[in-house]
């Protein structure tokens, strides 16, 4: 590590563990001489940093205890959400974020007060995350892209698709979109000349290539929205159409958000059509109506409704 202004910082996170650091070992870490360490522990304190040496066999260095950098000005809630925050972390798919968002939890604590250091505290103690399922992200993948996008520079990467299939891409990124179980990179893919979204845990041996271009109009506004929205394509969707026995206000009242698209009808009741991605999502809807129904379509709609109600008169015990 050759940078001195990053081999510092380097330094400086190593010695906020709570351990002594022997010169040798933070050598060794930051792949420079024992010299270079003794140099920079200098250059430390000359910052400000209350770096300890102690000799011996056992000896070496640590910063002291509580002042490794000054008290952070946070109030209660802003401390309760960085450290829930990185409690939480380790339910992102994401390799090795629980191992370290532990130690940035643990660092958070030594520069906290004392009143706000037993408050963090006790949620890193109470609190367990579920890991995510999944594959994990590749973090210094995330870091290319992010590095791309802030530069406006071009990268160039492997990517697998769902069939297994590998092709290397060209593009431009434009934002890295989490949606809690996956990571997805909204770019616009050079060879194909279009947006595209890709998903972040099938990408390998991601480059920027250090070429810088202008910014391009994105493909919408809410990029959030968008990438949730082409997903939401991708899936199998049925589109249903049924007549309700009553009429839409109060099909509406019982199905709330869900109740799709309602129109009333002269004779009486109503006729619903909606859309989802599974039979059994549209049969919950038809049931919350709480009223007689008759499907107009999908005929799989049909089918699954009888083999939902063979299921209940079963449970039942109802013999057809």
Known sequence: MTDTPA????????????????????AERLGVSPRTIRR????????????????????????????????????????????????????QTIAGIEEASVRALAKLEQVLPARLRRRVGTIGTATVAVPAAGPAVDPAQLTVFAGAITNHETVRFRYRASDGAETRRR?????????????????????????????????????????????????????AAYVLDRLYDLLPTYRAVAVLAEPSAQV??????????????????????????????????????????TVEEPPELVAHLKVLANRAAAAAGVRS
Not at 256 to 275: F, H, I, M, N, P
């Open 252 to 293: 509406a009242a019982r199905l709330g958000a869900a109740a799709g698209e309602l129109t009333d009808l002269d004779g009486g009741g109503c006729r619903w059509r909606s859309q989802a991605d599974t039979l059994d999502w549209l049969a919950f809807r038809l049931l919350g109506a709480g009223c007689a129904f």
């Open 7 to 26: 081999r510092l910082l380097g330094l400086l996170s190593l010695l906020q563990t709570p351990r002594e650091w022997p010169g040798s070992e933070l």
């Open 171 to 223: 593009a431009e990124p434009l934002r890295l979109v989490a949606t809690g179980r996956r990571w997805y990179l909204v770019a616009y893919d050079l060879d194909r000349a279009d947006w595209r979204i890709f998903r972040a845990d099938r990408v390998r041996d991601a480059q920027a290539t250090g070429g810088r271009v202008a910014p391009r109009r994105p493909p919408a506004t809410d990029l």
């Open 40 to 91: 920079d522990v200098d250059r430390l304190r000359e910052l400000g940093y209350p770096v300890e040496a102690s000799r011996g066999v056992t000896g070496g260095y640590r910063l002291v205890a509580g002042t490794a950098m000054p008290p952070l000005v946070l109030d209660d809630d802003e401390a309760v959400a960085i450290a829930v925050g990185l409690r939480t972390a380790a339910g």
